[in-house]
């Protein structure tokens, strides 16, 4: 039982990078007042672009970077909708997710060789890097030994939570994400950091994308990411809006995830259909478990300008 | 030379369709540059699009055979978005309730009258649904936001037909294809003309009674209260629980009808592709609608002939008929934005004024 475990976690670690990278990428965004609920299709458009950069170029730190990069042009443009133009929150980040879908499938048939699909091809992936001489034991090894996108993001966890609560820009951050009103006054630019932390959350949630289709699951198939992106901005309420909270719901997902791929290769008797409900039923669950108790406690962890516009009217 | 935005003191009553009408032109503009850039000739893909939608008769009757579903389903969220409850479950109601109608149509067809056999369905398929779509609705009155719950339905609801359809209700007699039977002629929704069939006489319906319901009863005016200040309609007395759980009954209720008007009116078979993206079209269409009824109607139309144009552009022109999707959002994307001219004036002044 404790080799499941250990081969569970191990299976658990790549499976929650994207979905770390996200919800990292959503407190950022959402600590700033802006909810960007375009996730879903920026993880979409970056992981066919990234894929299909990488495997032209066949490089796949241009396939990386082009992932953020779309990212972040996604981002700008709810960042503008949102920000300066005052629309809806809910409603912009829906459109975006609805035209990244459709995006990401027209790029998909068109991005492949000679104007075809992309679909089905194999291009250069992330290998998971080997330690030798790191640990004798193979399971432990096989909890160690991740790619390097996986390292990276879990350094992201304790870099943002320092910037949250250390850096004076960080700190102005979550200012404008209480009371915009207020930090203005103090003289910090809501606008401006509106706009930079929208898209440095949205390019966040294009390297997650990259991670699908260059590391996790190489390739692309439409609707790759499969509801991750809306997982994410769950995590995001499950880890009340805190980055290391995030990683054990990212861990306990990826879990779920590698549970349900663990089961299936076990020949259980369960449906795949009912294994593939999983993770969507345990993030209700999940946010059952967390509304009530923060309910209990009678506080909200939400930023408190969370979805609301400022002007200085 | 400077320009500034100046908020308007006054609204006059054209502005907004007039903003509306200038932001989907310019979002075909902004279509035709996304076009060029994805190394389409946009006039000939446009071209393509309307002749393939709305080019002769039948056409246009695809293009209201694929309104329907579109319809249904947008009003099911335009009524639970009156209140500002973010039923973003449609497209898993619509899934549930296909789910109801097409259990009654295999294997409670034969022991009914025929002519029951089709409203069977359809309460069945709205009463499924309407309980699927009460489970975040009870989850809204604990305190847990609907945005997500409902989302996740959706993925859960779809994975559910795909069990049923590939699973238990697989045809025997199918030769492995996934889908159900083809259901018995009297389970069939009755033809107008062509492929029409009268699942869009329901969506008019639908339409006249929502309409009427939330413009003239007191129920109608609790929802609008509640969903343009909760905190008037506390203090006004109003129940804003037990109308969560109204509105909801009534927005699942009508998806579900959507899922039982696919089933019954195109596949007659539970089969793959009756969850097709209508839920989360119907957000962008009831968002574009202003919330009106009517107007979700007309809009759903256009939705739908960017649809049927789409698969036709893949025929005709070899492009991915997802071209639909990206102009959907575009539009969408352009109206929302263009809607700060509703509230803003552009002034531009000359230096010297200044």
Known sequence: MNLLLLAIIAAAIPAGTSLLLAALGEILTERSGVLNLGIEGIMLTSAVCSFAVAYHSDNLLLGVLTGALVGSVLSFVHAFLTVSLHTDQIVTGLAITIFGTGLSAFLGQRLGPEGGSLVGLTGPSFEKISWPGLTANPDIAAILQQDIMTYTTLLLVPVISIFLTRIQEGLNLRAVGENPRAADALGVNVTKLRYRYTIIGGSLAGLAGAHLSLAYTPGWTEGLTGGRGWIAIALVVFATWNPSRALVGAILFGSINALQFRLQAMGTTISPAFLGMLPYASTIFVLIIITRWESARKRSSAPAALGVPYSRE | ?354
């Open chain 2, 1 to 354: 030379m400077l320009i500034t935005l100046e908020k308007r003191l006054e609204r006059p009553g054209y502005l907004s369709a007039l903003v509306t009408t200038v932001s989907m032109i310019g979002a075909f503009l902004i279509g035709a540059i996304l076009l060029l850039l994805l190394g389409a000739n946009p006039i000939t893909t446009y071209h393509a699009m309307f002749v393939g939608s709305l080019g002769n008769k039948g056409s246009v009757i695809d293009t209201l055979v694929k309104a329907t579903p579109l319809m249904l389903t947008t009003l099911a969220v335009l009524a639970a978005f009156k209140m500002r409850f973010w039923n973003i479950g449609a497209e898993g109601q619509l899934a549930v309730g296909a789910i109801g109608a097409s259990g009654v149509a295999l294997f409670w067809a034969q022991s009914l009258p025929d002519p029951l056999i089709i409203p069977v369905m359809m309460v069945a398929a709205i009463a499924a649904a309407a309980i699927w779509g009460l489970v975040p609705a009870l989850l809204k009155i604990w305190g847990i936001s609907e945005l997500l719950t409902t989302l996740m339905t959706n993925y859960i609801a779809i994975l559910w037909v795909e069990h049923l359809y590939t699973g238990p209700w697989k045809d025997p007699k199918g030769f492995g294809f996934p889908g159900s039977a083809q259901f018995s002629d009297p389970a069939w929704l009755p033809y107008i003309t062509g492929r029409l069939h009268i699942g869009v006489v329901f969506a008019v319906i639908a339409a006249f009674a929502l309409w009427f319901f939330l413009s003239f009863t007191k129920w109608g005016y609790e929802v609008t209260v509640i969903g343009e200040n909760p905190k008037t309609a506390r203090y006004a007395g109003i129940n804003i629980h037990r109308n969560i759980l109204i509105i909801m009954l009534v927005s699942a209720g009508l998806a579900g009808l959507a899922g039982m008007t696919e089933v019954a009116g195109i596949a007659h078979r539970l089969q793959k592709g009756v969850t097709a993206g209508y839920g989360y079209q119907a957000i962008m269409i009831a968002w574009l609608a202003k919330l009106n009824p009517w107007a979700a109607l007309f809009v759903s139309v256009l939705f739908a002939a960017l649809l049927v144009g789409g698969d036709q552009l893949q025929i005709t022109a070899g492009l991915p008929s997802s071209v639909a999707l990206i102009l959907q959002g575009t539009i969408l994307l352009t109206v929302l934005g263009g809607e700060i001219l509703t509230d803003y004036k552009v002034v531009i002044h000359r230096r010297a004024t200044v």
